[in-house]
């Protein structure tokens, strides 16, 4: 949205109220902070976190949960369907013929759908308003002498200010704003005397703001936050993995992997899978064990996942691991004609496919909670506040280095097992891997996984208490039998598709 210059008073020292498109928008003067926040879902099902006022509703996140039901049901079967004959029925099964352990499909739950959009809207959010405040800055210092006094921190902290307490942001995308808001915060740094405004004419000012204007719009980000995650529309963009799909790993070695690879591209062909592009995460060669190499720890090999982008047309992305972290994530375009009826409540979902070895599953559902506690801006369920407040006691500034590389070898040493190995209960403690002088045994993901699971069991029976009560009040209503009819109507579709 492109707002004339002619529209704005360019008095600086009045402190009124802008009015946009009729609507009146309060100045940064009478706007809060945010504070931390813990918000109720259902009562059952709150959650963690620093910004939970852009999180969707609990009516929204079930329905979206409920209509995607037809998108798992179809990707389950597409994965039946092609992978289906190379799981293995008993772990005695050869692994040239059987080198799938289990592959399983989920929805993820109205809770964790919440919490994934909160999460991802939030670093998006983050990630631009920090883009846009530095180049303000860096905008406004080509055409005005900064204040000497002042320091740039100083002033993209004024910036960040006018944006983030913006209660109306998410209804103004910051760059296709960037006219409301660079007036905005103009107006606070003139009145802080952060820059010497007042070297150029007022018509020479109009000139310079268009320009700026003019340069902020062209450099919108191609993931940009102007979509309202309240919205269903905005929950299927911010949260891509609400189907997901594991095919757990008998054995890493991409010889077997490679089993797996053509069968997928055999679904491509078919038209069946829509792949859209396809990430590698592979370890960082700095963070390596001497005698190792990249390719000792791939579960793919290049050529292997090349082949099947250029069937399905889709990107391939390698991913150098942050965490240590090591799988191949295919993600999938579940849109189907199948899914049309009912105005299309039940299209418009993506998917992922993770292929990931068996030892490094059991390190990862740890982990991730691990890398959500990191940043308070990510939302947890409020089941695991036992885990946070024991994780967030002993991870701080002056083990937070050690636990990351801790962390690092750890994963590297899940996927050099070999196979069969029975170390499938414990993982290698502090000590076997060199890190029991630097770090507390409380962080030992020995402990963590035995407090998580006790966290994992509470979730449970909340959600259960959840599913029932929400079954008790809307298992009869005419609403709820027809939506049941309609998800399996669209389930017998894609069986007529498949078949």
Known sequence: MIIPVQNFNFNFKSNRVSTINNRNVLPYQFLKPLQYDVVSFSG????LSENMKDAPSEYTCRTVEENSEPARFYLDSVLNKYLGQYISKAHESKLSSSPIARCSTRKKTPASIREKVVSKYSKLQRQEVNKFSNQVFDELSQYFRVNPNVNKNTIIADIRRVIDSDDNRKKLPIYQNSAYYLMEIIELLKKYNRFDFDSVSADRFKKIYSEIVESLEDSAPSESIDVDPNSIAGIKHYAKDIVGARILLRDADPEYTSIIINALKKAVEDGKLKITSIENNVPDPDKLPPDKQISDYLYATDAQLRSLAKASGAELIKNKSK????????????????FERNNGVFNGYSGEIQIIGEDVEKLKDIEDLCYKLKDNKNAIHIAYKPFREHFLKYYNESTKDAFDDYTYALYLAQRALKTGTKRNTVF?????????????????????????????????????????????NIATTAKSIRKRDEIKLAKSYVSYMLN
């Open 323 to 338: 965490t240590g972290y090591l799988a191949v994530h295919i993600n999938v375009d579940l849109s189907n004609k199948a």
């Open 428 to 472: 290698p403690t502090l000590a076997e891997l060199g890190f029991d002088t630097k770090l507390p045994p409380e962080l030992d993901f020995n402990l963590l996984r035995k407090i998580k699971s006790d966290c994992d069991k509470k979730l449970k029976a909340m959600e259960e208490e959840q599913l029932s009560q929400n079954r008790n």
């Open 44 to 47: 059952r099902a709150k959650l």
